[in-house]
């Protein structure tokens, strides 16, 4: 008989306003992970283009209270608290925040924008890195920059295997020419892109991890919806 591992890290790829996705991704984690404990690491992008933002910001915060669950701030959290703080939405709502405005029902929650002002940027284990973006390459963790960190693109995906200090697991980038197939995960040695376009494709993709081992996950799970009509 296999041993079972003595801890999992499921890691969850851009949500962008898909509650039913994130809600059956709750779900098939949890039916996964069975008797082992576990942690789940959200990579940021909660909010806009999807239809129900606020529901999705609303399930997090309930569920911090449930699972151990770190949430990380993705680029449109930002993009999101800014617009709040200095009322210009025009970036904002290039982005999908008309989406995010409508699911608030016009009014957004207070509460809400501080919780998402406070996310952290980046977590790190000890064995993997989990951030929105992207690292700068050869640059110490303690040393990266909060904004490249979410928006970071093509200097980290073109980076080297050895250019990290461990495995990073992040969103962002549901496509380039590394990932010709925005549905599906992107899976190399020394990192791995959960993000599946879930909006657009309404696929979204966990990560599954042992905690105490390093590397890339020993699984990915796959939740979906129907197509919108």
């Known amino acids: 008989m296999l041993a079972l591992p003595s801890h999992l890290t499921f890691a969850i790829g851009d949500v962008h306003g898909e509650l039913q996705l994130l809600a059956n991704a709750f779900a098939r984690i949890e039916a996964r992970a069975g008797a ?44 999101m608290v800014t617009a709040c703080d200095t009322m210009d939405t025009g970036l904002w709502f290039k982005n999908g925040g008309e989406e995010t405005v409508r699911s608030y029902r016009e009014k957004v929650w207070k509460a809400d924008i501080e919780w ?43 980076a080297p295997a050895d250019a990290f200090p461990a495995h990073v697991v992040h ?34 993709a966990i990560g599954v991890f042992e905690t105490d081992r390093a590397g890339g996950p020993i699984e990915v799970l796959r939740v979906s919806r129907p197509p919108r009509s």
Not at 42 to 55: E, K, N, T
Not at 132 to 155: F, K, S, Y
Not at 185 to 190: C, D, N, S
């Open 116 to 158: 998402l002002r406070a996310l952290p940027i980046r977590f790190a284990d000890q064995n993997r890195i989990y951030v929105h973006g992207g690292l700068r390459p050869e640059v110490a963790l303690e040393e990266q920059d909060d904004n490249a960190c979410m928006w970071i693109r093509t200097p980290f995906l073109e």
């Open 36 to 79: 082992v404990p576990f942690r789940i690491v959200m990579l940021g992008d909660y909010v806009d283009r999807g239809p129900d933002s606020a529901g999705v910001v609303r399930l997090l915060r309930e569920r911090e209270q449930v699972y151990d669950l770190v949430c990380l701030k993705g680029n449109h959290e930002d993009i």
């Open 171 to 204: 969103g962002h980038t549901p496509y380039w020419e590394g990932k010709p197939e925005p549905d599906e995960p992107e899976l190399l040695p020394h990192r791995t892109n959960l993000d599946t376009y879930a909006y657009e494709t309404g696929r979204l």
